[in-house]
């Protein structure tokens, strides 16, 4: 085969893509680099390791999980994102209300049609012995999943 029947510098695009092309929706977003994916935990685990640890955890993940919402969403990190932030009385409410807006922005920024609510994240998660941890650890872990599945199956 000659040179002429195999341009080299074209892109190759993938049949979905072109049928996204001609059904007039964009074309998916490319896929994140490793690093910006979040770590995946287990809801239960992470919760029995916040009780064990009389919640020292729960700091360390706090500060993890926002760290990597603000690397996905390529923002800065704001004072409500610290785990200091969850010491202060009241503040923390409104840390955990801005933790689940953040990851909103994150799951629609990657197109995945996963919501976290902000009242139950701030108000019924906290209430029901602690269960926020479990209820945005299972959200982190759906963004994770949609990530590496764009990472790994291009053109999806």
């Known amino acids: 085969m000659t040179q ?15 049928d996204l092309r001609a059904a007039g929706i964009p074309s998916p977003l490319p896929s994140p680099p490793a ?18 640890t009389f919640s020292i955890y729960y700091f360390i993940w706090y500060d993890r999980i926002n760290g990597e919402l603000s690397a996905i969403l390529g923002q800065p990190r704001r004072a409500n994102s610290r785990w200091w932030n969850q010491i202060i009385p009241f503040w923390a409410f409104v840390g955990l209300a801005a933790t689940a807006k953040r990851l909103n922005a994150a799951h629609a920024s990657v197109g995945s049609p996963t919501r976290v609510g902000v009242f139950t994240a701030w108000f019924w998660a906290p ?6 941890t ?8 759906i963004l994770h999943d949609v990530l590496t599945s764009r990472a790994t199956h291009q053109g999806y």
Do not use: I
């Open 134 to 141: 479990r209820y945005l650890q299972r959200r982190v872990n």
């Open 4 to 18: 002429a029947n195999h341009p080299v510098d074209r892109v190759r695009t993938t049949a979905s893509e072109v």
């Open 35 to 52: 690093s910006l994916v979040p770590r995946k935990q287990g809801a239960w685990g992470l919760w029995w390791l916040c009780m064990v």
């Open 127 to 132: 209430g029901w012995f602690g269960s926020q």
